[in-house]
């Protein structure tokens, strides 16, 4: 595709459920990463992946969250046992390695409500 | 470990007017610097980009941002603000190790009447 997609685009869920969130990255684009933005907390790194290499997990608030990249390409965000301060937006970003614009884009994101 | 502050959450400016949204950063490391913009519902776009080379980097619309490496920030200017630039802009920073992710600013909230 031309840009960076996730689905869905806004997700409603009850406490407690399990939610999964999914991110096509540009194709070529071989890093890929999860960030939130919520309300009074900005924008805040969640995992990235680069290539084969172990996912850099280290922003990940709990081990409620956890996310995978498969063939390289799509990756799924999932959060167990949702939390009402899990309600945010979640975007996804994609790069290139080579080009040297260190340049990541992103998709429109996934507005998650909790109720 | 890196932060980046954005001292204002909103700045209200008329149009035709210039405005100047503020980034500080700190790093121990060398880094690069973005300005994205994110319109009203919608997604996160870079703006405007430091890596190396001039200190002083534009948009292709009329914005800049001059990084000052002894004042550890990268201001975004634009001497003349339209109302289609009332956006969200978020500073970042990344050490330039690569492919490293990003750290965001909390974000300034650009906004402009007639």
């Known amino acids: 595709g031309a840009g960076v997609s996730q689905s869905p685009s806004n997700k409603v869920t009850e406490k407690g459920k399990d939610v999964e969130l999914r991110c096509d990255p540009i194709s070529g684009h071989t890093a890929l990463y999860w960030y939130r933005q919520s309300l009074g907390q900005g924008l805040e790194f969640l995992i990235y992946?680069?290539?084969?290499?172990?996912?850099?997990k280290s922003g990940l608030p709990s081990d409620r969250f956890s996310a995978e990249r498969t063939g390289g390409s799509v990756s799924t965000l999932t959060i167990q046992r949702t939390q009402q301060e899990d309600s945010a937006v979640y975007l996804c970003?994609?790069?290139?390695?080579?080009?040297?614009?260190?340049?990541?884009?992103f998709g429109p994101g996934t507005r998650l409500t909790v109720t | 470990a890196q932060s980046v502050t954005q001292l204002d959450s909103q700045v209200p400016v008329f149009e035709e007017a210039p405005v100047e949204l503020r980034c500080n950063y700190s790093?121990?490391?060398?880094?690069?610097l973005f300005w994205y913009v994110q319109y009203p519902n919608q997604g996160l776009q870079l703006l405007l980009k430091y890596l190396s080379g001039s200190t002083l980097v534009e948009s292709i619309n009329g914005f800049e941002a001059e990084f000052n490496k002894s004042q550890t920030s990268f201001h975004l200017r634009k001497p003349s603000v339209h109302i289609s630039d009332t956006a969200e802009y978020f500073c970042?920073?990344?050490?330039?190790?690569?492919?490293?992710?990003?750290?965001f600013g909390k974000g300034t909230m650009l906004l402009v009447s007639p």
């Open positions: 790093s121990s490391v060398s880094v690069y």
């Open positions: 992946f680069q290539g084969n290499s172990a996912p850099d």
């Open positions: 970003a994609s790069s290139f390695p080579g080009q040297g614009s260190y340049e990541q884009y």
């Open positions: 970042a920073v990344s050490d330039g190790a690569g492919y490293s992710t990003l750290t």
